[in-house]
């Protein structure tokens, strides 16, 4: 399947893809409406050792660990093999987030556990970090 | 066609039945369920009784789960297993099978206690009908006494609350939750919940006289409705009157082997490899069921997996408060205090043992794959790790493998 992959020698660390991940799942047509003067909570974040850059999300892994621990059934794989969260079965018992060796899953404010969808559950259908990375540090093909 | 039987309806046989059909897509699979239900997932029937979720979202995989994947299904409890003729008995039929997989979980332990059986309204809480009864009772009202203060104790006193009763928690331990927490967690969690739980700590119980418990220093606590939550034990009986190798639970080799040829078995009923400390141990929990029961899956099915990365772990929250654990308590303690959070790591040897956090859980995944992979640390990554800055202390290598493409998990 296509995954999202990083490059982190190509990462300046702008955090650009992390507003436009906000923006791609906002559900609201215009960035600036979207963002403005809110605090962001993305599926993608950009971390650091300080001295290199790297962009975290969810790697959609073959046998993933967040599905085998969770209790509700609201993580489970589509045809394509990505991973996708079910919201209303979700009941924020956060053992997802206990075993994502990537930290890639949190449980939002609303208390039930969310993840990168490969933005196939908002309008955009392709994954808008990787369209608008400036720097081609984030890569959605196929391995 | 290879025939397979799976004792049990939970979560490790719907691991193994996983584990065989992406090994054998032939597969004749029955499952032989004493329960007598489609595959449910037990953890969430607190959350049923809290109303946070649905009795129909109990079944998490759907009511058909067993039927999309053409896994033949018996609601019978079964009596024997012959392991010369490879067939198990289930209330009058005989099933033959070529591989075998026990996943019969364990059952509440119901100590014998004077009195009990005058006691008018008693419950465990365990299954979906006994949280169906539990929640019968819980309707009409009442004092709620709840003996057992560990994770099964305290998520039913959480779905008990919904109901407005009146919650006594007693315990022979000193603290809530003793055995998923360490002191200072548990005391933690016993002081922020001592104003919605009335804690009964260090005591024994020593009679029921009606519905009033007695303890052992002569304190007497009436009641309506009387919750027994001291633990489970595993259903071992089926496979040691066969003479497989019992302990505390059945024990298995890594491909989830009993001792017995063609037998395997999963979930809360075996004692298995625990990578920590290299023992076997009785860990009882939902991923340790999911990961066990899919490798047996594979194995009876001929391909060769082995479980070597099992380690206890825990996530819930608690009346609002998130408690998030994995490893043992042992070695070197490192812990922090954020806020209200309180986050302990545990070391040894330059090697994560352990962590337990309260509070926010979000960096716990990265913590328990430094347990799971036994990536080493040095001494001062301890605070970076507990502050959450994680990722960053990944060998270069390993992360940019990790990114970048093909890894292992």
Redesign the interface.
Known sequence: MKKIYVKEEWCLGCHLCEFECAYANSGIGNIVLALKDKEIDPNVKVLSDGKITFAVSCRHCDEPLCISACISGALSKDETGAVMVDKSKCVGCGSCVMVCPYGAVRITKEGTANKCQLCMNNTFGEPLCVKKCPNGAIVFEEK | MKKYVLIGGSIATE?AIEGILSADKSADITVICGEKRPLY?R??IS?VLEK??TDE?LY??GEDYYEKKGVKKVFATAEKIDPEKKIVCAEGLEYPYDELLVATGSKPFVPLIKGLEGVSKKHTFYTMDDMIGLRGDLEKGGKVLIVGAGLIGMKCAEGVKEYGCEIVIADMAPRPLPAATTPEAGRIVQDRLSAIIDFRLNAALDHFDGDKAVFASGEEVDFDILVLALGVRPQVGLLKEIGAEVNRGILVNEKMQTTLPHIYAAGDVVESYEAVSGDKRLLQL??SA??GG?TAGKNMAGEESLFLTDIP?????LFGI?I?S?GLFVGEKTEVTVGEDYRALYAEDGVIKGFILIGD??????L??FI?KKRPIGEKDKKELLAGR????YP?EE??A??????E?
Do not use: E, Q, V
């Open positions: 691991g997932s953890p969430l959350y946070k979720t979202k998490f995989r939902f991923p999911y990961l899919k772990m825990n996530a819930t929250n998130r998030t994995a859980s979000a960096r716990a995944g990265i328990t794959d799971r994680d990722f960053a202390l270069a992360r940019k990790a990114l970048g493409g093909n890894y998990i």
